[in-house]
């Protein structure tokens, strides 16, 4: 049963060459259908693959919020988000799909663009131009490092380079899917990646900290911006930036527009009130959720083995991006006087709001990591998509 406004059932798009719509088996326990193998359901499955839609959605709640608490319980990073995308690939793969309305997909995307637009402290951008050497050249050797990795993984012909692209950019990992999305990439690989690269990220920067736990502040440490407590905004500024955000999307051709608007918007907020952008936690889980749902619904049983199948390569993949910017950052903190550690949060491929937290406990260069994260972050968002799109014709026109 269809959610209202929803747009149906999951996406069968062909995951990274494997065909999407064929049955990856035919045998006991399964039958075919147009759609491609659909597994015969026990008795109280097929009693709760009947109920209403919004009993099917409370059981989505329900299991999400246990895999919240476990993955927050084992210190995972981005688990907010994790467990929804998991508790819905565990439902659509035993057959019990909870169509996600694109409304609320777009909401809470507008939802995480403010709690993105919270983190970002208006007086660190005043450093940029005390810092745009160093910044340019950090935001530059990334981008190229994800350039060159995706280049050289694409000859081997894993992966389709359109999905290597988007999984890949550190732009933050709820907007690439999102844009993934838009321009017809198999954004459940897309989700794997950018959230593969979250995890490795997290664990990079807590191990480049315990090396390096007095190298964060470096010699620029005394422009460094100091982010006092901010009085926070009512909840209800949060309502009106995420409303203005959403009906700007409607009439604005922008990539990711539901989330980029309300940043854009919070961060103006922020400039001239001097308040912080104040978002309810209930309010971050539901847009948590609302994403991790309509990614993690994408998922079939009959994809599940061939997924399993490109995780280390997926693993390896993050690994060596990770590590060619560790190295990148020994370049940025010779050439420039910096501590390893700011230069090294400088350069980590996303997770802005994880490098955060890291910074601020290692009580490093803030106007430095912010700036060049926040930099990157527009850079990807705004001028790289329009250069994929143009690099993938390229390619296929060559082809």
């Known amino acids: 049963m269809p959610a209202p406004g929803g747009h149906g059932g999951p996406s069968h798009r062909p995951l990274c060459g494997i065909p999407g719509n064929r049955p990856a088996r035919n045998g006991p326990g399964w039958s075919l ?22 009993v099917r959605l409370v059981v989505l709640a329900l299991v999400s919020a246990l895999f919240v608490v476990v993955l927050s319980a084992l210190g995972a990073p981005a688990s907010g988000l994790l467990g929804p995308l998991l508790a819905a690939l565990v439902l659509a793969c035993s057959g019990l799909p909870v169509p996600i309305p694109g409304e609320a997909q777009r909401a809470g995307q507008a939802v995480v663009g403010c709690m993105i637009a919270g983190i970002i402290e208006p007086r660190v951008l005043l450093t940029l131009p005390s810092y745009a050497p160093e ?4 935001t530059a050797m990334t981008l190229l490092v994800t350039f060159v990795i995706v280049t050289l993984t694409a000859r081997l012909r894993v992966f389709d380079v359109q999905t290597l692209a988007w999984g890949l950019l550190p732009g933050g990992a709820s907007a690439m ?25 997290a664990l990079s920067a807590a191990g480049i900290a315990w090396i390096h736990p007095v190298a964060g502040a470096g ?24 409303a203005a955000g ?13 989330l980029v608007l309300p940043i854009l918007m919070g961060v103006v907020f922020e400039a001239q009130t001097g308040l912080q952008v104040n978002v309810p936690a209930w309010a ?26 490109l995780l280390p390569v997926v693993l390896l993949i993050n690994l060596a991006l990770v590590a060619v910017s560790a190295v990148g950052s020994f370049v940025v903190s010779a ?17 802005m709001d994880t490098v955060a937290i890291v910074a601020r406990d290692l009580d490093a260069d803030m106007g430095f990591i912010l700036s060049a994260q926040f930099l990157r972050m527009l850079v990807v968002i705004l001028v790289v998509p329009p250069l994929v799109r143009r690099f993938l014709l390229t390619r296929q026109g060559a082809g």
């Open 135 to 138: 910044i340019l050249t950090a």
């Open 33 to 54: 259908t147009p759609s491609g193998p659909r597994r015969v359901l026990r008795p109280g499955l097929q009693r709760l693959q009947r109920a209403p839609w919004p």
């Open 284 to 309: 971050i889980w539901l847009g948590f959720a609302a994403i991790g749902w309509s990614v993690g619904m994408r998922f079939r049983a009959d994809l599940l083995r061939p997924i399993l199948r």
């Open 335 to 351: 050439i420039f006087g910096i501590g390893y550690t700011t230069a090294f949060l400088a350069m980590c491929p996303g997770a």
């Open 246 to 258: 959403l009906l700007v999307n409607r009439f604005v051709s922008l990539p990711a527009g539901a």
């Open 177 to 201: 899917i999102v844009m993934s999305e838009e321009s017809g990439a198999d954004v459940r690989m897309v989700a794997i990646m950018q959230y593969m690269r979250v995890i490795v990220v």
């Open 219 to 242: 010699p620029g440490a005394g422009a460094a911006v100091e982010l006092a407590a901010r009085a926070p905004a009512s909840p209800l500024f949060t309502l009106l930036i995420v």
